[in-house]
């Protein structure tokens, strides 16, 4: 596991903190409200510095995804799938991360964050199929399999 580590920044260390805590945020701007991820210094929409972390609930719908087959190091199990979500909470919020569904994502579709604990230092985020009332924090939850991308012949 691990064949690459994100390497947390000036900017990225307390987001990473908090996902190790599974607490899912993104930053907002005390100037004019906009959210953005991922984190950086200042807010592309006013230029101001000043911000705080908004939590929000960890899920949202699936605006799209690749298969990477390419093992870009050694080590990397390829394929592997990476989603990008567009937050329920925050539209403008698309975060990416490892596909932890049984089947293919479908478009639009609503999916939960898992979180993977790789270490005493990391933790990732990943994304699985889901509803608002089902649990965020079990990683490898058993979903009902809902399989539209191959569906019988007709
Ligand atoms: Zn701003």
Known sequence: MAAYRPE????????WERIGRHEFA?????????????????CPGCRTEAWHWREVEAEGVVES?????????PGLQVPYLVVMVRLAAVP???????????????????????????????TLVG?????PDEDVATPGIRMPIRSTANPPAT
């Open 8 to 15: 947390p920044d000036r900017d990225s260390r307390q987001w």
């Open 26 to 42: 993104v930053q907002e701007c005390d100037t004019c409200g906009l959210a953005r991820f991922p984190a950086r210094a200042f």
């Open 65 to 73: 995804w690749i298969v990477n087959h390419q093992p870009f190091m």
């Open 92 to 122: 403008g919020c698309l975060v990416y991360g490892n596909w932890h569904g049984e089947r293919p994502p479908e478009y639009g579709e609503r999916v939960r964050a898992c979180y993977t604990r790789v270490d005493e230092d990391l």
């Open 127 to 131: 994304w699985s199929p889901g509803r």
